[in-house]
Every structure is written in structure tokens, then in C-alpha cells.
């Protein structure tokens, strides 16, 4: 049972390189998100999609781009990428309930240098 | 501005203690409160909720109190075991798909 699966698990990027994020789950779940985690900061929402087709702006935006590709399937991508950008990023997903619980990815420890 | 505060950053308990972790918020929509643990290199997992029709939710040796005309809530481990030792998330949500994190607690249980 896998549940929310992130890749990859350790990133190294150099100031102004592009990558993706890729997410997925198994839960048949609608709302997927893409959290950072920085210290002092607890978790922070970058950008949810509440549903296939939707997206929509968290807190901390600026700098990161979503694409929910499919229901299982939601990818964040750094078009160039700064050092303010170093950070754990957990993906998480949730079912559709005004209550329901968010399950979370292992995360990616990405450095940008 | 922090909606949602964490105010002990960390916090060290002898096991078999009770645990007292401590969340405050400000935004009087929030109307359901979770808790999160987090072990290094592992994403959080779910621990606990409450909405804000009770003031405690039990779940074995969790148990969540909300006090919602202070806007606080607790997390009480009892008894604190070694297995415990880890950082504690709270989070709140105003019914939207949105859930607002606090900073965390790291507790140390101490066998």
C-alpha cells in the first residue's frame, strides 16, 4: 500500500535550473497539495488542486508552477531556481470531506546552490 | 502574521510522564484542529482531531482538548513512551481544503 509516493527523495540544483517535483497517490483521493517545510517555519501550503482540473495558490507561490495531471498524479516545478528555494517539499493528498485528513509523501530534501 | 502558534519549540519528558503540547491560534474560523507527528525523514502522519462542537477528543493514550474561547488546544501523551519521541504539528482548518500549520514542538521522551 503506498499511499503518497514522491520523487525524488534528494535533489542538488545550482541557481537558475528548472526541475519537477512529481507526486502520486493510490487512495483515490481528489485534493492533492504541495507543502515546504522549512526550520522555524512548520509547514507552509504552496499550492492545492481541490479536485482533476483545479488549482489553486497557497500561502507561498512565487517561484513554483503546479500541474495536476491526472486525479494521481500532481507535479511542482521550479522554473529557475534561487537558493530561498533550499527546503523540504512534502506533497500530501486528502479525500474530498470538509474534514478529511491530509496523508503525506516521505518529501524531497532539495538544495539549490 | 502566524495564525496558527507552537509557541515551545521544544520540549523533554521522563517516559511514562504525561506530555502537554501546547497550540494557540488567532483565526476565529478555524473549526477543525488536527494534530500531526513527524519522524526524521518521514513525511507527517495523522494523529488526532477535534471539531469545534467538543472540547476533547480521546484516542488511547492521545487525548486533544480544545478550549475554543481561549482559541487554544493540547495535545496530552499519557503514558509518554521512548516510541513518542518526535515533532508534533498542529494544524487548523476554516472547513476550506486549506489547513494552516504551526512550527512544531519536537518532543523528547527520556527512558
Known amino acids: 500500500n503506498a499511499g503518497v509516493t514522491q520523487t525524488p527523495k534528494f535533489q542538488v540544483l545550482k541557481t537558475g535550473q528548472s526541475m519537477t517535483l512529481q507526486c502520486a497517490q493510490d487512495?483515490?483521493?481528489?485534493?492533492m497539495y504541495w507543502y515546504r517545510q522549512d526550520p522555524g517555519m512548520g509547514l507552509r501550503l504552496i499550492y492545492y488542486?481541490?479536485?482533476?482540473?483545479?488549482?489553486d495558490k497557497g500561502e507561498v507561490p512565487n517561484g513554483y508552477n503546479v500541474s495536476r495531471l491526472n486525479k494521481r498524479e500532481f507535479s511542482l516545478r521550479l522554473e529557475s531556481a534561487a537558493p530561498s528555494q533550499t527546503s523540504v517539499y512534502f506533497c500530501?493528498?486528502?479525500?474530498?470531506?470538509?474534514?478529511?485528513?491530509?496523508?503525506f509523501g516521505a518529501g524531497t530534501r532539495l538544495s539549490v546552490l | 502574521d502566524q495564525q496558527v502558534k507552537q509557541n515551545s519549540p521544544s520540549l523533554s519528558v521522563q517516559e511514562g510522564r504525561i506530555s502537554i503540547l501546547n497550540c494557540d491560534y488567532t483565526?476565529?474560523?478555524?473549526?477543525?484542529f488536527l494534530w500531526y507527528k513527524k519522524y526524521p525523514a518521514e513525511g507527517p502522519t495523522f494523529l488526532i482531531s477535534?471539531?469545534?462542537?467538543?472540547d476533547k477528543n480521546e484516542d488511547g493514550r492521545f487525548t486533544v482538548f480544545l478550549n475554543k474561547s481561549a482559541k487554544h488546544l493540547s495535545l496530552h501523551i499519557v503514558p509518554s513512551q521512548p516510541g513518542d519521541s518526535a515533532v508534533y504539528f498542529c494544524?487548523?482548518?476554516?472547513?476550506?481544503?486549506?489547513?494552516?500549520f504551526g512550527t512544531g514542538t519536537r518532543l523528547k521522551v527520556l527512558a
Open positions: 500530501a493528498s486528502s479525500g474530498s470531506g470538509r474534514d478529511s485528513i491530509q496523508y
Open positions: 487512495m483515490n483521493h481528489n485534493s
Open positions: 488542486s481541490a479536485s482533476e482540473g483545479t488549482t
Open positions: 483565526n476565529s474560523m478555524f473549526d477543525y
Open positions: 477535534i471539531s469545534s462542537i467538543k
Open positions: 494544524a487548523a482548518s476554516d472547513g476550506t481544503y486549506k489547513y494552516i
